[in-house]
């Protein structure tokens, strides 16, 4: 009796042990998790959005309720199409960094089709400056002539010298905004010429050669690495393919990898050595010029 007792005691005292536990999980840990998770995703999203919106890019609220779901998408679709835990971490890392990517992506495309509008824009000051405008009427004439994303940059150099911020000063921010060589060079210039008292005109025909010359060269690099860039971008996929065409035309084959802990620590190898081989093949196939 008295051990019947005393086993009655201790199975009671676990259950309690064990409710404390998970009433403590629940009520504390659990609440404070998702709201450290809701704080990252809210300043990801304000990172995201302002990158965007420095674009001229704004979205709406139902995309940004749809980025910020894009981790447990990313996990959810990887975990049915593997039904693995390993497969799911992936997928909540690779949709954690899909707003990242689509950022960088959107303003790489911006900053190239700047670049490509740049030649046209300052033979348009040049023969505006020519026919007597001032630098800034010249500049509302690109603004009213040329298509964004160069004209919404421009304009915004009118806006804020309209507020009241330097000519000088609105250039700047936006040689910040546009990282390019060109702009820079544009910028340089213009801020050097305004200083010494030199001709615009012929600084922007100067200008307008010498980016002209850049851009036919940056082109004709493109085509001749052509090639190499499409093996390097075939290369880096083809593993990534080849296990999973594998993986469901003979899940055996796997199997020990899912199990095992060295098979494990050979796949966390191989994922950290294929982004490091597709790091180093776009650092080895990117020219600067």
């Known amino acids: 009796m008295h051990i019947i007792n005393m086993d ?12 404390l536990l998970s009433k403590f999980f629940v009520d504390i840990i659990v609440p404070d998790l998702i709201n450290r998770y809701n704080q990252s995703q809210q300043k990801r999203l304000a990172k995201v959005t302002g990158n965007l919106e420095d674009s001229f890019i704004f979205l709406e609220k ?19 199409l ?13 949709g954690f960094t899909v707003p990242t990517v689509m950022t960088k992506m959107i303003k790489a495309g911006r900053i190239k089709a700047f670049e490509g509008q740049l030649v046209d824009s300052l033979m348009i000051l040049s023969s505006s400056l020519k ?22 940059e421009f304009n915004l150099v009118l806006k804020e010298n309209k507020w009241g911020v ?14 390019l060589d060109s702009v820079n060079l544009l910028v340089s210039s213009v ?7 030199g001709e615009l005109t012929r600084v922007f025909s100067r200008l307008t050669d010498t980016i002209r010359d850049n851009l036919k060269l940056k082109e004709k690099v493109a085509t001749l690495t052509l090639q190499g860039r499409l093996q390097g971008i075939i290369m880096s996929i083809l593993p ?14 796997f199997t020990v990898m899912w199990e095992s802990d060295m098979g494990k620590k050979l796949l966390v190898a191989a994922v950290v050595l294929q982004i490091l081989g597709m790091a180093l093949i776009k650092k080895i196939s990117t020219f600067k010029i």
């Open 62 to 80: 139902n995309k940004l309720a749809f980025l910020s779901l894009t981790p447990l998408l990313g996990a959810g679709f990887f975990f049915l």
């Open 166 to 179: 330097s000519l000088e000063e609105s250039l700047r921010k936006l040689r910040q905004r546009i990282p």
């Open 8 to 19: 009655l005691i201790i199975s009671l005292l676990v259950f309690l042990a064990v409710f």
């Open 82 to 94: 593997f039904r693995n835990v390993f497969w799911l971490m992936i997928g909540f890392l690779l």
């Open 240 to 253: 990534i393919v080849f296990v999973i065409f594998i993986n469901k035309q003979q899940p055996d084959h």
């Open 191 to 197: 801020l050097v010429a305004r200083e010494t008292g």
């Open 131 to 152: 026919g007597g405008l001032s630098l800034i009427q010249a500049i509302e004439a690109l603004c009213e002539e040329m298509p964004p994303p160069i004209s919404q």
